[in-house]
């Protein structure tokens, strides 16, 4: 399922799309043609997912949020969020996430998060899987999916205001020693280094 469509079934299950316009809708997704929305409304509607007033069909479940999953951080390419390179969707409670529509997935390889504190208690450990969500940006030390020079990793954020040009340190917490990436604000507004996400869950491999 494209990741537009994936979206706007999301945003179905949790509000009714009947009397919302185009624009409305794809304000709430963060698709900014209207025809791209009516576009992929009608592609759920084709495959029964909704039905002709786009009211979500009964034969698809609520009961639990669907996060697609986009590949493995440390080791995707930059294009990990391509409409292709969708790999499954990992379903959890909606206790555990409220909201689908902008959160997506990557399953952690390697040891460089190991000593990580994600809510305060979180370590990430090869095997579990992080939510991220697209339309969050991480404050100080706090933690984001990153992709730098083609590849996709997760880094604690740190914010050094004191420097100048100020500078931000791509943090990795780890029991190996990995030394942190230093960047400046003008290496993300040029395109260096881009933030696509805030981690807001782990979910342990031990729990699966």
Do not use: W
């Not at 040891?111 to 991220?132: F, L, P, T, W």
């Not at 997760?154 to 917490?173: F, Q």
Request: some cysteine.
């Amino acid at each position: 399922m494209h990741i537009n469509q994936q979206k706007l079934l999301n945003l179905a299950k949790s509000v009714s799309l009947k009397n919302m316009t185009l624009r409305q809708i794809g304000d709430q997704v963060g698709i900014l043609n209207p025809q791209n929305v009516k576009f992929h409304l009608q592609k759920l509607v084709d495959r029964g997912f909704l039905t002709s007033d786009y009211q979500l069909s009964s034969s698809v479940p609520t009961n639990l949020v669907a996060v697609p999953i986009y590949g493995s951080a440390n080791c995707g390419p930059a294009t990990f969020i391509a409409q292709d390179n969708i790999q499954g969707y990992l379903k959890v409670s909606p206790s555990i996430v409220s909201s689908g529509r902008n959160l997506f997935s990557l399953k952690a390889v390697g040891n460089s998060m190991n000593e990580a504190k994600v809510e305060g208690k979180y370590q990430i450990r090869e095997g579990d899987y992080i939510i991220a969500d697209s339309s969050k940006r991480p404050n100080n030390s706090e933690y984001g999916v990153i992709v730098n020079e083609g590849l996709v990793n997760i880094k604690k954020i740190k914010i050094n205001e004191n420097t100048d040009p100020k500078t931000v340190a791509l943090i990795s917490e780890s029991t190996e020693n990995f030394p942190p990436i230093i960047l400046t604000v003008e290496d993300f507004e040029n395109g260096l280094v881009d933030i696509v996400g805030k981690v807001v869950k782990v979910i342990p491999f031990s729990s699966l």
